[in-house]
């Protein structure tokens, strides 16, 4: 098993390289796109890159497949739509995921807005460090990936809380960013990165934490599913990736991007409906996660979404199959009820674990069947 583990994410102004062209990711503010914004993504998706756009984990949206030459084009495009940031370490340490829930009068915004200026001169964290915003009416960002969590109390308060601790401290909307800088600070100066790379619950693993952890946030809800809610429509992108022409429909309205490859159409009363989107919440392609796989990706084994969506349908409900380009796992880093992780000769079978866990047996791609899968899981 070997893969490259790169320990940072790309951006606008520092792609990455990846088998399909240069993959640039944009970090919409408050995870928020205007109309205009929108269009212009989707615009700039045709002209500089592959035409493909992708939706992260981290709630950004990048574009695939562009070329070297295209690139300080594309930024000029992205610096007019207010898509760019100043420098490369503005835009790095500008890794904020929001709830998508948030409410014009709930604070959300003022938050976001005084946590990047805070961040622009704060301390300097690795690539992966990453702050969540929770702080709608009741927290649903706590299986995403970040190391300090603002989240709503259950009396409607704010718990500051560093990931991998159980309870956090009590903050106000006046002392919230401090406090955060604060905790940043010291995850740093107690040795929290080494080479560049480090998270806040692997440090709280070796060291103890010197701030309040008796406050509790509120119950997290349950990971949201496609459908109409009260700030829109959720729309749900197969595998998080799809069309600009179908991304361009989607932004006639503003979007907000959330951490699930889902994307929040504001004040949509109707689910729109294209090839790659998801409306229906009990859809069998919503129980399946796949990266880009190979080609697309320099270090994919095998080919891994046309496999999938020919294996979602045999995927019991509640349950997660995870086909994955190799060990990496990029697109479900945790576990999974079944992995297909690709290699060489085909794909190892793991059961409750990740594509890095050894697999009990390797299958070749003609044996993974739906039947096969149905009698696996
Ligand atoms: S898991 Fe998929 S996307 Fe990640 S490195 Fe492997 S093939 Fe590439």
Redesign the pocket.
């Known amino acids: 098993m070997s893969?490259k583990v790169q320990g940072w994410c790309p951006g606008a102004l520092k792609p990455m390289q990846s088998g399909d062209g240069l993959v640039v990711r944009i970090r919409p503010r408050l995870a928020r796109l205007s109309v205009e914004q929108g269009q212009g993504i989707a615009q700039a998706a045709l002209r500089h890159g592959n035409g493909l756009i992708e939706v992260t984990a981290r709630a950004n949206v990048q574009l695939r497949g562009v070329t070297g030459q295209n690139h300080a084009a594309l930024l000029a495009d992205l610096d007019r739509l207010g898509l760019l940031d100043a420098s490369e370490a503005e835009e790095r340490h500008r890794n904020v995921v929001f709830t998508p829930f948030w409410a014009p009068q709930d604070g959300t915004t003022a938050l976001g807005q005084a946590l990047y200026a805070a961040l622009a001169s704060g301390p300097d964290l690795p690539g992966k460090f990453g702050f969540a915003l929770d702080t709608g009416a009741s927290p649903v960002l706590s299986a995403t990936s970040a190391d300090i969590r603002l989240e709503r109390a259950p009396d409607g308060g704010l718990v500051l809380r560093a990931d991998g601790a159980a309870g956090g401290q009590r903050v106000t909307a006046e002392t919230a960013v401090a406090q955060a800088l604060r905790m940043a600070e010291w995850f740093v100066s107690s040795g929290g990165v080494s080479g560049g790379r480090g998270r806040m619950a692997a440090h709280l693993s070796r060291v103890s934490l010197p701030f309040a952890t008796d406050a509790t946030p509120a119950p997290a809800l349950p990971q949201p599913r496609p459908g109409l809610i009260e700030q829109g429509a959720l729309v749900a992108l197969e595998f998080g990736i799809l069309r600009a022409e179908t991304f361009a429909e989607l932004a006639e309205r503003p979007l907000r991007i959330t951490p699930w490859r889902m994307v929040l159409v504001e004040g949509a009363t109707a689910i729109a409906r294209a090839p790659g989107l998801i409306g229906d919440p009990d859809d069998p392609r919503l129980r399946v996660r796949a990266?880009?796989?190979?080609p697309g990706?320099p270090?994919?084994?095998q080919k891994?979404r046309a496999l999938a969506r020919s294996l979602a349908a045999a995927v019991p409900e509640g349950r997660v199959l995870h086909v994955?380009?190799?060990?990496?796992?990029?697109?479900h880093p945790g576990r999974a009820d079944l992995t297909l992780a690709?290699g060489a000769k085909g794909f190892g079978l793991i059961r409750q674990g990740r594509?890095m866990d050894l697999p009990e047996r390797i299958l070749r791609v003609t044996d993974l069947t739906p039947e096969l899968l149905s009698k696996a899981f």
């Not at 994955?324 to 697109?331: F, N, P, V």
């Open positions: 893969f990266c880009t796989g190979a990706c270090q994919g084994q891994t994955s380009g190799c060990a990496k796992g990029c697109a690709a594509a």
